[in-house]
C-alpha cells in the first residue's frame, strides 16, 4: 500500500520541494497545510496515514498540533520536522506526542515509510 502523507510547514517553496521528494520515493502526497489550524482540519479531512509536521509554525507550535491530531479517532503517525537539530528540542521531544524527528536535510520517503513499520 502506498504511503500517505500531509506536508505542514509554513514555507511554500519547502512543502514544494519535499513533496517533489517524497512522490519521487513513491510516496502519496495527499495535502499540504501552512499552518498549526489548518493542519488539524487537513488531518481530519484527509486521513492521511503520516503527517509531517514543521516545529515552527505561525500559529500553533508543531509540538501542539502533535498533541490535538493525536486525541483523534485513529490519528496518523505525525512526524515532528525542523532545520535545528533534535538537541534543540530535547525536553520537548521526550514528552511529544509525535512519533519521531527527523531532521529537514534527512527527509526521505524510506525514512518516512520505515516510521510506519
Known amino acids: 500500500m502506498q504511503l500517505t502523507v500531509l506536508i505542514v510547514d509554513d ?3 519547502f512543502r514544494q520541494v519535499v513533496r517533489a521528494l517524497l512522490e519521487a520515493d513513491g510516496v502519496k502526497v495527499v495535502g499540504e ?3 498549526g489550524e489548518s493542519a488539524i482540519a487537513e488531518a481530519a479531512r484527509l486521513r492521511p496515514q503520516l503527517v509531517l509536521l514543521d516545529v515552527q509554525l505561525p500559529d500553533i507550535d508543531g509540538f501542539e498540533v502533535a498533541a490535538r491530531i493525536g486525541e483523534t479517532i485513529d490519528p496518523p503517525t505525525v512526524v515532528l520536522t525542523s532545520s535545528h537539530a533534535a538537541s ?3 525536553q520537548r521531544l521526550a514528552h511529544s506526542a509525535a512519533r519521531a524527528f527527523i ?3 534527512e527527509l ?3 525514512t518516512l515509510a520505515a516510521l510506519l513499520d
Open 11 to 13: 514555507h511554500e517553496g
Open 103 to 105: 531532521p529537514k536535510d
Open 108 to 110: 526521505s520517503g524510506d
Open 33 to 35: 497545510a501552512a499552518d
Open 88 to 90: 534543540s528540542y530535547r
